[in-house]
């Protein structure tokens, strides 16, 4: 989900006008690309097949980077509009909610055969709970923004819960077959909804200042990362996801702790 927040634009306005509507073209057209990225994978899921899912994990995992990118890129320009906002937020009901949601019933689900009937019901109706978990969460953040420390999202963002999704099917890949391995996977797609809805606080990694100048450590770091990705995709963006996943959980345990513990009586 892009980040939409007032800030002084890089480039300067002609007086024209010119330059800012140019500028307001490229937000617009990554967040298209995010929609037919999304677009794409209901496609694919459709046709099926052990090649077509993991197609539309990519794709999936493709409009999560041009979702990123499109706010930055709006930020950057000055050229944040209510429209795009709106937009936006259309693109990831797309991308980050039925995407997800009817990859993870056509592989997971559609797909097992001698499971009990149950499992039947309770596909579509966790699939739809990932839907408007999604949405809800989208609203909510169009009307309240991010958490009041800047560097937290309330609630689990949109994007990364579909890149869980995504991520666990790019790396297994071929459907699920048996009835257990599809009530973990719609165990997982219930978590997940209920994070997107709850408000425990996620990291933003709004405060790492990506426009200032970093340690070149910090540049061999992500370069190793590309090429992890790039050699050892399903394992390292499965990790990735795995990982962003459970932080919240984590933060919000360490909270607890530490409010407990401040709450406790000091000993005389």
């Known amino acids: ?11 300067p306005r002609k007086r024209n006008g010119r330059l800012r509507r140019g500028v307001h073209l490229v937000p617009a057209a990554l967040t298209t690309l995010n929609l037919g990225c999304g677009f794409y994978a209901c496609i694919a899921t459709i046709m099926g097949g052990t090649l077509n899912f993991d197609k539309a994990a990519i794709a999936i995992g493709l409009a999560i980077l041009f979702d990123s990118l499109d706010g930055r890129i709006a930020r950057a320009t000055g050229s944040i509009s209510e429209f795009g906002k709106q937009y936006d937020s259309v693109a990831d009901v797309i991308s980050f909610g039925a995407a997800p949601a009817i990859l993870a019933w056509a592989w997971g689900v559609r797909g097992v055969s001698g499971g009990p009937e149950i499992l039947k019901s309770l596909g579509p109706l966790i699939c739809f709970a990932f ?3 999604c949405a809800w969460r989208l609203a909510r953040f169009n009307i309240q923004g991010m958490a009041p420390d800047s560097r937290y999202f309330l609630g689990m963002p949109a994007p990364a819960a579909a890149g869980m999704v995504a991520a666990t099917v790019h790396a297994i890949k071929f ?15 219930g978590a997940l909804a209920a994070l997107m809805a709850s408000t425990i606080r996620y990291f933003s990694g709004k405060d790492l200042g990506w426009a200032r100048r970093q340690p070149s450590l910090v540049v061999v770091a992500l370069a190793l990362l590309g090429w992890s990705i790039h050699e050892y995709s399903e394992q390292v963006l499965l990790t990735v996801a795995a990982v962003y996943t459970t932080s919240g959980l984590a933060l919000a345990l360490v909270r607890a702790l530490r409010h407990r513990l401040a709450a406790q009586p000091t000993a005389q």
Do not use: H, K, N
């Not at 989900?1 to 480039?11: G, K, N, T, W, Y």
């Not at 459907?175 to 797609?189: C, I, K, Q, V, Y």
């Open 1 to 11: 989900m892009a980040m939409i927040e007032e800030q002084a634009p890089l480039f």
């Open 131 to 133: 839907l408007v978990c």
């Open 175 to 189: 459907p699920l077959e048996r009835a257990g391995d599809s009530f973990l996977l719609l165990a997982m797609m």
